[in-house]
Every structure is written in C-alpha cells, then in structure tokens.
C-alpha cells in the first residue's frame, strides 16, 4: 500500500488556492506541506513547524514544511494539504 504522506506529496490530499489577505486553515485532520506561488507572491505569515513572517516568493516557487495558517499579503498560492 502507498504511503498516504507519499500521496500527499503528489496532491492526492487536496489544496487550497488562496488568494485573500485573511488567515487560511487546512482542512480539519490536515496541514499544509506545500506553498507554490502561482503568481508573484508576498507571504505576511505561515505558522508551523517553521514560522515565518513577510517573505517575498516568485511565482513558479515552492517551499515545503508543516503549516497550519497561511496568511498573505499580495499574490496566489496553492497550499497542498497532507493528513496529518
């Protein structure tokens, strides 16, 4: 049987396109594992296993870690999902 954090990492979990400046929360038994920029991108806060405040991401690039908030402050992600 497949890893269900091997499918996670293929997106099999889900994600969510996040465009708003508000705090966004994975799905309840979820974190995020993965922010990809689909537009220039300014990222006010991610908190998690790596807390991380107003870093500025190119669209295209993707950071990986266990988060739990994602709040933006310009741009669109894609934050996939893993169960957590």
Sequence with gaps: ?????????????GGKYITTTSATT???GK???????????VINQ??????VASISLSAGITIYG??????????????YQVVD
Excluded: R
């Excluded at 266990?66 to 934050?79: K, Q, R």
């Design 46 to 51: 991610v908190s998690g296993n790596i807390n």
């Design 66 to 79: 266990e988060w739990t908030s994602i709040t933006l402050t310009s741009g669109s992600v894609i934050a």
């Design 31 to 41: 974190k995020f594992f993965a922010i990809q920029a689909i537009t220039d991108t």
């Design 1 to 13: 049987m497949i890893n269900q954090k091997l499918l996670g990492t293929l997106g099999y979990h």
């Design 26 to 28: 994975p799905d309840n």
